[in-house]
């Protein structure tokens, strides 16, 4: 698009909205949506978010700079246009009015040509006559004159015959020199008619070329004009994808240190609660015992609590769960990362109430006690992992 003024400075805003849209679109191809706990990198993960939401950021301030400098030009040229528009209509009316009054003069030229050709008619009348006249006068010489008055009765019609001859050819002079006047007066108002017949000719073929010209100009300025609509269209659409774009960078920043937060508040204090509220005997301890199903010596990795079915087992401390489901003989099994290499375990479930990936509070109910997997009755069997080595429970956490 090329400005009417003939600059090419108006091929960058449609360049630069390409861009824009482009860079949006890299942006988005790059997107790597909601990030779950324990999937990813956390703190990596969200810088590169943050970095992201800079280039965002950076293009939002572009796209409002260039839609404002767009705005400012299609501004201009609405003003250039409406100006345009007013020369158009003033140029316009002047042609119509040159129209009007070239059509006036050829309507006063016409009747002054009619005038003309009756004026003239008379004349030829008058002059045929007055040949006829000079003809019979030539033929019969002076006799003629002579006869008219020598037939005079006396002297006074003598004197009469001789004024009405004088007053005859007095009057035909004077009658022809009156015609050729109004024949020079309305030859010269014929002249001066045609004459100004071609001046407003010239005029308002003049006028049609302004207004030709004017019409071209309002042409060019209304694509020019359209298409900077344009351009502030699309700067106004890649400036609403990068907003909404930054807005879900924002969320997805939000819900990483949401995450980040949750991870580190799920390092555990390394003082554990017990796992089995009101319920306190240990039916097997910590070490080597003869497993009671296999009767055969077996290192016994935790404790095992007496427990009814169905009682609530919590988190003797806070982390993140690990594990949650079937885990071969220990049945329905719970396991807790609490950070720094330490972990605890409940066996045995009847149910787990948690999942994989969750945060978990100390003293939160994870599950419900059973005696799911290797298990002769209801009970909790509860380890502490330290670096994935068993360690005495009990060291850890009393009753």
């Known amino acids: 698009m090329t400005a009417p003024d003939g600059s090419t400075n108006s091929k960058r805003p449609l360049i ?8 949006i679109f890299l942006l988005l191809a790059d997107w790597t949506g909601p990030v779950l706990a324990g999937g990813h990198n956390l703190v990596d993960e969200m810088q590169e978010k943050e970095q992201k ?4 950021q950076k293009g939002i301030a572009e796209a409002e700079r260039l839609l404002k400098e767009t705005k400012k030009q299609e501004q201009s040229a609405t003003t250039v246009l409406r100006r345009l528009e007013q020369s158009l209509e003033d140029a316009q009316n002047e042609y119509n009015t040159l129209a009007g009054k ?22 030829d009348l008058r002059y045929g006559q007055y040949r006829q006249r000079v003809r019979a006068l030539y033929m019969e010489g002076s006799v003629g004159f002579i006869q008219v008055l020598l037939q005079a009765r006396d002297l006074f019609d003598f004197l009469s015959r001789f004024d009405l001859l004088k007053t005859i050819i007095s009057y035909d002079n004077r009658l022809i020199a009156e015609i050729r006047d109004i024949r020079s007066a309305v030859s010269t108002e014929k002249s001066n008619l045609e004459a100004k017949k071609n001046e407003l000719e010239n ?14 100009r309002k042409t060019s300025h209304s694509v020019y004009l359209a298409g900077l609509r344009n351009d502030i269209e699309a700067y106004e659409k890649a400036l609403d994808e990068y907003e909404d774009l930054s807005r879900r960078l924002v969320d997805e920043i939000r819900k990483l240190q949401e995450e980040l937060a949750k991870q580190r508040r799920a390092f555990g204090s390394g003082k ?4 089995a509220p009101g319920y306190t005997t240990i039916t097997s301890p910590f070490g080597w015992r003869i497993h009671p199903i296999t009767r055969k010596k077996r290192f016994h990795s935790g404790i095992d609590i007496r427990v009814p079915y169905d009682k609530k087992v919590i988190a003797a401390d806070s982390g993140v769960v690990i594990k949650a489901g079937l885990l071969g003989g ?19 479930n009847s149910k787990v109430l948690v999942k994989e990936n969750q945060v978990v509070a100390k003293g939160e109910t994870i ?11 209801p009970h909790v069997h509860f380890e502490v992992r330290i670096n994935g080595e068993p360690f005495q429970p009990l060291d850890f956490v009393s009753p």
């Open 16 to 23: 630069a909205a390409l861009a824009l849209l482009l860079a």
């Open 53 to 56: 939401l800079q280039q965002v």
């Open 102 to 123: 070239t059509k006036e003069t050829e309507e006063q030229l016409k009747v002054t040509a009619d005038k003309l050709t009756r004026t003239e008619t008379r004349l």
């Open 203 to 216: 005029l308002r073929e003049k006028a049609r070329q302004q207004n030709n010209l004017l019409q071209s």
């Open 272 to 275: 554990l609660i017990w796992p």
């Open 330 to 348: 220990y049945g329905y099994t719970v396991i807790i990362d609490h950070g720094k290499g330490r972990s605890t375990l409940y066996a045995h």
């Open 367 to 377: 599950a419900r006690s059973g005696s799911s997997g290797l298990s002769t009755g």
